[in-house]
Each structure stands twice: as C-alpha cells, then as structure tokens.
T-cell receptor, first 114, second 115 residues
C-alpha cells in the first residue's frame, strides 16, 4: 500500500530565500511522481511530473528530484517570492508501476514573507 | 483550450438528499478522475474512467456513491442519501491517455456541504 508523507507541514520564510520541500513514499516501484500547488479555496495546479528515468525536472525557479531507491522526492524553490505562498502537494501512484490512482501527501503550507 | 471545469462550484444540501456533481474534462482527454478532499488533507482517490468505462472504482466509499461518463467526455458523480460526513471538496481531473504516465490536470472543485 502506497503512503506519502510530506515534511514540514508548514514553512515560513522571508522573500528571496531558497527552500526545499520534502516528500517520502513507501512503495518505490513507481514510474513517476507529481508535484502540485494549491491556493486557498482552489483546485490543484500541476507543477512538475518527474518520470523515474529522469531523476530531476526543472521549470523556472522550481526543481524537483526523485530518488526511488530511498523513496524520496524534493521540490526546490529558488529565490522565493510572496506569490509562491500556497500549499504544495506531492502525489505518487497508488500501486507499483504506472497507475492512475494518485496517493497524495497532506501537503506543505508555504508562507513567503515580503 | 479550456481547462477542466466543474459545476456547481458550491452545493449546500440537507442530510438524506441526492446530489449530482458535474465535470467537463479537457477536450481530447480520454482519462477522467474523481477525488475528494477534506479540510487539511490531501485529495483522496475515488474513481477513474478510461473512456466510458470505470477502470478503477476502488476509492468509492460505499454504494451511495456512483459515477458515470456515458459518452466518454462529461462525467457526473452522484451521491444518494447524503450524510454530514460527505461534506468535502470534490475534485475532478483529466489526463490525455491514462496509463499512469501522464500529468493529471485538476478542476477547481465543487465544495459540498451537507447540513
């Protein structure tokens, strides 16, 4: 059974700081892992999808890495801005391999102070 | 093109009533998903459609919940005899082909409140 854990649950940083959000998963037989952003009262916005063969994926100031052997993924945000304030969720496939059932962590609530 | 849309955005109902929640996926996406999100939690999988058929309904909590996608596009999540514990945000997502290898794109959700 896949379980996803995110640490920390909440994080507050001053503007301009670089930061790392952590995600761990129990079933490492996954083809990919997805990071999402959720603003209050809104749906989820896909940020990055990392295929297991890629190990790392970048989009602008965001960089996500995936280490299947250790069951971990990190989301690195460079030069944080107040507009980055949101909840960040990671999601892994629910069974081994490629599956459509995503298992989500409870998220990290990020506040970037101006 | 347009993203995933969901209607209504908010639904308030009384305990015991029947509700329908609608999802319009991104045009051309064959896979459609329903999730439920309670306050302070991540989304929880309910059901996945590939085309018109439910390929995985393992997340439906009980037989009061049912979903259809008759023409392989729009989907409706139906909840009978609603209970207060059904209150949550119901999220719909779609992806191009399914198979677990492509990005799921989410709609804004329907906030269901059962009084």
């Amino acid at each position: 059974k896949q379980e996803v854990t995110q640490i920390p649950a909440a994080l507050s940083v001053p503007e301009g700081e670089n930061l790392v959000l952590n995600c761990s998963f129990t079933d490492s037989a996954i083809y990919n892992l997805q990071w999402f952003r959720q603003d209050p009262g809104k749906g989820l916005t896909s940020l990055l999808l990392i295929q297991s063969s890629q190990r790392e994926q970048t989009s602008g100031r965001l960089n996500a890495s995936l280490d299947k052997s250790s069951g971990r993924s990190t989301l690195y945000i460079a030069a944080s801005q107040p507009g980055d304030s949101a909840t960040y969720l990671c999601a892994a496939p629910g069974y081994g391999g490629a599956t459509n059932k995503l298992i989500f962590g409870t998220g990290t609530l990020l506040a970037v102070q101006p | 093109g347009a993203g995933v849309s969901q209607t209504p955005s908010n639904k308030v109902t009384e305990k015991g009533k029947y509700v329908e929640l609608r999802c319009d996926p991104i045009s051309g996406h064959t896979a459609l998903y329903w999730y439920r999100q309670s306050l302070g939690q991540g989304p929880e999988f309910l059901i996945y459609f590939q085309g018109t058929g439910a390929a995985d309904d393992s997340g439906l909590p009980n037989d009061r919940f049912f979903a259809v996608r008759p023409e392989g596009s729009v989907s409706t999540l139906k909840i009978q005899r609603t209970e207060r514990g059904d209150s949550a945000v119901y999220l719909c997502a779609s992806s191009f082909a399914g198979g677990g290898t492509d990005t799921q794109y989410f709609g804004p959700g329907t906030r269901l409140t059962v009084l």
